[in-house]
């Protein structure tokens, strides 16, 4: 028994000198440093933290292309554009490197046709919008999220940018919409009469669809105010019923062989009286002694195929005559239809200076007309109303006139037209 108890306590005072004796365990054995992910997707414009475990000193985080994808001292990884780039971990002079890819961004639609008074949503698809711009706001307006809705017809462009700041472009076409199209009235202006020249009133039309809301009536002609020397106060036209003295003109033509001609004919080119009518004269005839005629020298006698020739007639003018058409042979001279002389038509005033054909004045003048169109009021400017001027003498037969300033028309605070905010 005794034995056995020596025997124990050896074992004991062993087992405590082995247990303090140095050694080392896999409990004890530092970890290695390893990346959270070694590959990654980012959208541009979001972001994505990596981190380096067992990593208890500094860390240097780098971007190979930081036009890609760039990332701050704390790891966190910023997408900026389209591409593949490595974004390393330097630790205890080693790295670690992530795979970081940024899918291609795109917009839902480039193109999109919209009715007036709609609207659609215009999505950034792999990127994140940080701004939607419209070149026309008078046609489609786009919301900070990117709805888009129409207005006017006509062509637009959305810009959309996103947070790398790359531009994508959408072109939207504002179309009518014949369900549920509400008028968006336009004012047209119109313009007085004058002694010389009709108005015209005021109307209105759809700036949309164009089509006619209040249709524009002709204003009658305003009566001359003659002063006392018989001109009219307003336009400097003379009362055609002033005194004055014929300028006499006189016209004839004699007859030939083959030809009529015409008595003397006498008018006043100021006022275009005739005074004195004219008288058709018919063709003479040949007077042929023997074989040739003695006023035309006409041959007879001499067998030819007639080879008829038609001449045009000629309207007359107010201080021209005219005839009627003719048709001769060429040949003999012989003639089958004779012309007939028309007397000149005289100036026809109808109560004004000028000549409703010729555009003649009271002293014969032609007038040079140059029209002055209509300019259109906007927002921003006045218009002004038509004018027309003779180029030659100077003469206005009527005044421009300026026209108001439309109202604006303010949308979400802005001017549709000119994009003035509603507080300047």
Request: positive net charge; glycine residues 8%; charged residues 25%.
């Amino acid at each position: 028994m005794k034995k056995y108890r020596v025997l124990l306590g050896f074992v004991l005072v062993l087992v405590m000198a082995v247990g303090m004796l140095p050694f080392s365990t896999d409990a004890h054995a530092a970890k290695t440093p390893k990346l959270n992910a070694t590959k990654a997707t980012v959208k541009i414009g979001d972001t994505y933290m990596l981190s380096l475990n067992n990593a208890k000193g500094t860390v240097t985080w780098v971007s190979k292309d930081s036009k890609i994808a760039k990332v701050e001292d704390n790891g966190l990884v910023t997408a900026l554009s389209t591409g593949k780039v490595k974004v390393y971990a330097k630790y205890s002079g080693k790295k670690y490197a992530c795979t970081i890819t940024v899918p291609k961004a795109k917009l839902s639609t480039t193109e999109y046709e919209l009715k007036d008074g709609q609207s659609f949503k215009l999505k950034l698809k792999n990127a994140k919008a940080v701004s939607y711009t419209s070149s026309d706001k008078a046609v489609a307006t786009v919301s900070k999220k990117g709805t888009v809705k129409g207005y006017h017809l006509g062509d637009t462009v959305i810009t959309v940018k996103d947070a790398g700041g790359n531009i994508y472009k959408c072109e939207v076409t504002v179309v009518f919409n014949e369900e549920g199209h509400v008028h968006t009235p336009v004012l047209d202006i119109g313009y007085p009469s004058t002694c010389t020249e009709p108005g015209l009133s005021n109307g209105s039309h759809c700036g949309v669809c164009g089509a006619v809301i209040t249709a524009r009536e002709p204003l009658p002609l305003k009566e001359h105010t003659y002063d006392e020397n018989y001109t009219c106060k307003i336009c400097g036209a003379i009362d055609p019923n002033k005194p004055h003295e014929h300028t006499l003109v006189s016209d004839k033509k004699d007859a030939t062989c083959t030809e009529a001609g015409y008595t003397e004919t006498v008018y006043c080119s100021t006022c275009g009286e005739v005074l004195m009518k004219s008288k058709e004269i018919k063709a003479l005839g040949h007077d042929f002694h023997g074989n040739v005629c003695v006023r035309c020298n006409a041959i007879c006698g001499v067998t030819i195929e007639h080879e008829w020739v038609t001449e045009k007639g000629k309207a007359p003018t107010c201080v021209e005559s005219g005839y009627t058409e003719a048709v001769y042979c060429k040949n003999c001279g012989f003639v089958k239809k004779i012309s007939e002389t028309i007397p000149p038509l005289g100036h026809e005033y109808d109560g004004g200076a000028t000549c409703i054909r010729c555009t003649a004045d009271l002293n014969g003048h032609v007038h040079t007309w140059v029209e002055e169109k209509q300019i259109a009021p906007t927002c921003q400017e006045p218009g002004m109303t038509a004018g027309r001027y003779c180029s030659t003498c100077g003469y206005r037969e009527y005044e421009r006139q300026f026209i108001k300033r439309v109202p604006h028309e303010y949308v979400n605070g802005k001017c549709r037209w000119c994009g003035k905010k509603e507080d300047e």
